[in-house]
């Protein structure tokens, strides 16, 4: 308060003992109240002499409208304005405005009358209350009209000034909203910036600027936009690939902001789908893609695989639902290696058999033929167009044994992925990198087997060399095959999908 200051020179100047000379003072303008609060406006003089009550007369006005006034007896034309009998005794002439309203704002004088000097002091009282400024409604869903609210409240006097910015432009002119008065004496206001954001407005900065007569700068609230994109679409297909395998297949395209949960369930369980890496639409939003590969003969046609997508942008989660159609391409053998069938056996046949040396050397490579364990090169598919994630197939059939299996391997130096748990239907592996392993096997008949191992791995961004290990009980063999590392700068934006 300015306040603290004149006792200090009031004792200044009654030690001087200047003799004759009325000082008064008054603390320096402007005196700044809020409405509603309590007023000391201070005002202190010196008869530079022995005070006489009789003699003193004390007026506050502001501008020509008496306040208060002290004429051997005080007399207070603003209701509740008081000064202090002691006081005056003393020198002090401050005067007590309780709940400030904008009406006591103005020029005030403090005149005392000490016969026959009078002095007076003039300071001015500003009534203001500076505002609060908040921003609301900055969740907004792209190209779709979208209020954003510059909520301004507690100032006082009623007139503020809002202008919008984007980086620095302003956006529109500025406004002078009407502004309402509450029960407390300050007013508030709104300004609504009316939007049709694009993706873009995410990484713009807005701010909401005010200006006040009570603010030596202008308040700038900054923030963000939040972006939804309208509504991310879901694009479910079944895809039957070269290398002989199902696969459901989900496009989720135009979503934003990127965090995104896609899921695969076969019923309730959660099943261990691949992502491609997400691609960047022009307007900005994300398009990815997640494959389900169908990795062993899907025994039950009526099961449903849902597919579950959470995203900001999406009040409730999205689901679709596809069933799997027996294409019996996984089912069927395919295998160009196979060998015929035996014909049925007659008596007659046999015997002719046994007379016709070729046709046992025949008998002796079908007998060759059911032991030998033979394994398959291995074969690549890309899920998608883009080729972030693929699927490579290996196999090898014979007279396998319980204990015979298939292993992948990774031969990138450094990140060689672990041997897979052999001949488990549905085995996976721990998330090293992004890369998933199944194996089963199936009876072929004549107690020939057919073990199948799938590796999905997320498509490698340097040359990596796979290699498939069978392990059997009579030896081992190996295949390997290497894919090309993606080109720098990540996957390409894809038109369509790819249907095999
Ligand atoms: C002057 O009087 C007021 C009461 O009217 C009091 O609150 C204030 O403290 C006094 N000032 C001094 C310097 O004594």
Redesign the pocket.
């Known amino acids: 308060m300015p ?1 603290a200051v ?2 200090g020179l ?1 004792l200044l100047l009654l030690a001087s003992g200047a003799r004759g000379a009325l000082v008064v003072s008054v603390p320096t303008s402007p005196v700044r109240a809020q409405p509603g609060s309590d007023l ?1 406006l ?1 005002c ?1 003089f010196s008869v530079g002499g022995t005070m006489d009550m009789e003699l003193l007369v004390v007026q506050w006005k502001v501008g020509d409208r008496l306040v208060a006034e002290f004429d051997s007896t005080p007399s207070y034309p603003r209701a509740g304005a ?3 009998l002691e ?1 005056l005794r ?1 020198g ?1 002439a ?1 005067l ?1 405005l309780p709940r400030v309203g904008g009406a006591d704002a103005g020029l005030y004088t403090c005149m005392v009358i000490h016969s026959p000097s009078r002095e007076s002091r003039q300071v001015e009282l500003r009534v203001e209350a500076p505002p609060r400024v908040s921003v609301s409604g900055t969740v907004v869903r792209a190209g779709k009209h979208s209020p954003v609210t510059c909520s301004v409240s507690g100032f006082y006097p009623g007139s503020v000034n809002v202008t919008w910015l984007r980086d620095k432009q302003v956006l529109g002119g500025s406004e002078t909203p009407p502004a309402q008065l509450g029960p407390d004496g300050l007013y508030s206001t709104t300004s609504t910036l009316q939007l049709v954001p694009s993706i873009s407005d995410d990484d713009a900065n807005h701010s909401c600027h005010v200006q006040h007569v009570a603010l030596g700068e202008p308040i700038q609230e900054p923030f963000r936009l939040s972006v939804l994109s309208a509504r991310p679409s879901l694009t479910l297909q079944t895809v039957v690939t070269p290398a002989g395998l199902g696969a459901l297949q989900v496009r989720v395209s135009r979503y934003y902001p990127p965090n995104i949960t896609v899921e695969w369930l076969r019923d309730r369980a959660i099943l261990h789908s691949m992502e491609s890496l997400p691609t960047r639409e022009p307007d900005g939003s994300f398009t990815l893609r997640s494959s389900y590969i169908l990795d062993r003969p899907e025994p039950d046609t009526r099961v449903a695989f849902t597919c579950h997508v959470q995203h900001p942008a999406l009040p409730t989660p999205l689901a679709q639902s596809v069933t799997w159609k027996e294409t019996d391409v996984i089912s069927q053998d395919r295998t160009p290696n196979k060998g015929p069938e035996p014909s049925p056996t007659r008596v007659w046949m046999w015997l002719w058999l046994a007379m016709v040396s070729p046709l046992v050397v025949v008998l002796l490579c079908i007998g060759y033929w059911s032991f030998r364990i033979s394994m398959s090169s291995i074969r690549v598919w890309e899920c998608w167009p883009e080729g972030s994630v693929t699927a490579l197939l290996c196999e090898a059939e014979g007279r396998l044994r319980d204990t015979d299996s298939l292993t992948w391997r990774s031969l990138r130096p450094g990140k060689e992925l672990g041997a897979g748990q052999p001949g488990e239907l549905n085995t996976l592996m721990p998330k090293l990198e992004q890369h998933h392993v199944v194996t089963w096997r199936r009876n072929l008949g004549l107690g020939r087997r057919r073990l199948t191992s799938v590796l999905t791995i997320q498509t490698p961004r340097e040359d990596d060399t796979f290699i498939c290990t069978f392990q059997g009980a009579r030896g081992m063999k190996q295949r390997h095959i290497t894919i090309p590392g993606m080109p720098a700068g990540g996957p390409l934006l894809d038109g369509d999908m790819a249907i095999f």
């Open positions: 306040l004149a006792p009031l000391l201070g202190h008081s000064l202090s006081g003393v002090n401050s007590l």
